[in-house]
Nanobody, 127 residues
Framework: QVQLVESGGGSVQAGGSLRLSCAAS????????MGWFRQVPGKEREAVAG????????EYADSVKGRFTISRDNTGNSLYLQIDSLKPEDTASYYC????????????????????WGQGTQVTVSS
């Protein structure tokens, strides 16, 4: 079992930045991938970025490339999402996720690969 807790959301103006954090605990050694997803009420949850835990390259959704950066700390138990040049359409609840499936490395942006989810943190961007 893996537990995930996000933090760092908030309300910002367009063009601003935020850094989201996710603290992982439990059987973190079983994680093959970690990722960030977001969801707006009434819409499906969409992938933002994914990162294998073995150091392989990360992957980003086209809509956030160049603006979002996913990273982990040296312990591997903290995941971050640096969000720059925020746009109103980035407004959503952001969720941290972890996968214990080795195959997630080839499907980083598929939410079905992730079994563990945090409770979400809200990001609101005003124009």
């Amino acid at each position: 079992q893996v537990q995930l807790v996000e933090s760092g959301g908030g309300s910002v103006q367009a063009g601003g930045s935020l850094r989201l954090s996710c603290a992982a605990s439990g059987d973190t050694y079983t994680m093959w991938c970690m990722g960030w997803f977001r969801q707006v009420p009434g819409k499906e949850r969409e992938a933002v970025a994914g990162l294998p835990t073995n150091g392989d390259p990360s992957e980003y959704a086209d809509s956030v490339k160049g603006r979002f950066t996913i990273s982990r700390d040296n312990t591997g138990n903290s995941l971050y999402l640096q969000i720059d040049s925020l746009k109103p359409e980035d407004t959503a609840s952001y969720y941290c996720a972890a996968s214990t499936q080795a195959s997630c490395r080839w499907s980083l942006l598929q939410n079905v690969k992730y079994a563990y989810w945090g409770q979400g943190t809200q990001v609101t961007v005003s124009s």
